[in-house]
């Protein structure tokens, strides 16, 4: 069955630095998605992207925040400068239209750790 | 607000207990509902959805029906396995777009 990957499964940084983390959403799909979750708190939605654009975003997802889809196949989320608060788990998803009940599907999830 | 409560955890129920996990929103329409599982070391996994009032969503013994009137989505089943131990997060759709509100999730601990 297909599915969502991400790499890496975790990442350590220092403070001020930029990361990249990285999504392969399923090879059919058109719309992707990058959501967090700081420990012990709830999934946020940060930023959707669809034919090269984003589509929406929330109110976390700021200047300090960038999606690109560089190929056929990858979906990058960058963070410029990183936070102490930028620890989190990151996921991705991917679905296929833009249907409001179609099913978004999960990757894994990057652990985020900023020192 | 436009937000999702579900219970707090964790939830510990021996082997073939009855489970319920509540879930609550608030929108100002009529959103999409899901719940969500998530296993150990691994993604979010669509577990079940329903996309409008009395819906009932259902999946491997796991139920859950969309009441309008409460506002709710609780999740249910009447007998639990120990394979069914993850953490449950329910959602519903925004109120714009198509991405996903969140709950805070609830840990299910099913011991034999």
């Known amino acids: 069955e297909p599915e969502v990957t991400q790499t890496p499964s975790h990442q350590v940084t220092q403070m001020g630095q930029e990361v990249i983390l990285r999504c392969v959403p399923i090879?059919?799909?058109?719309?992707f998605y990058w959501y967090r979750q700081i420990l012990g708190q709830k999934v946020e939605f940060l930023v959707s992207f669809y034919n090269n654009e984003i589509s929406e975003k929330s109110e976390i997802f700021d200047d300090q925040f960038s999606v690109e889809r560089p190929d056929g196949s990858n979906f990058t989320l960058k963070i410029r400068s990183t936070k102490l608060e930028d620890s989190a788990m990151y996921f991705c998803?991917?679905?296929?239209?833009?249907?409001?009940?179609?099913?978004?599907?999960f990757g894994p999830g990057t652990r985020l750790t900023v020192l | 607000g436009n937000s999702v409560t579900q219970m707090e955890g964790p939830v510990t129920l021996s082997e073939e207990a009855f489970l319920t996990i509540n879930c609550t929103y608030t929108a100002t329409g009529y959103p999409s509902l899901f719940w969500y599982v998530q296993y150990p070391g691994e993604g979010l996994q669509l577990l079940l959805k329903?996309?409008?009032?009395?819906d009932k969503g259902s999946n491997k013994g796991f139920e859950a029906t969309y009441r309008k009137e409460t506002t709710s989505f609780h999740l249910e089943k009447g007998s639990v396995q120990v394979s069914d131990s993850a953490v449950y997060f329910c959602?519903?759709?925004?109120?714009?777009?198509?991405?996903?509100?969140f709950g805070k999730g609830t840990t299910l601990s099913v011991s034999s």
């Open positions: 959602a519903r759709t925004r109120q714009a777009g198509t991405a996903l509100i």
């Open positions: 090879s059919n799909h058109l719309y």
């Open positions: 998803a991917s679905r296929v239209t833009s249907g409001g009940t179609d099913t978004q599907y």
């Open positions: 329903a996309t409008k009032a009395d």
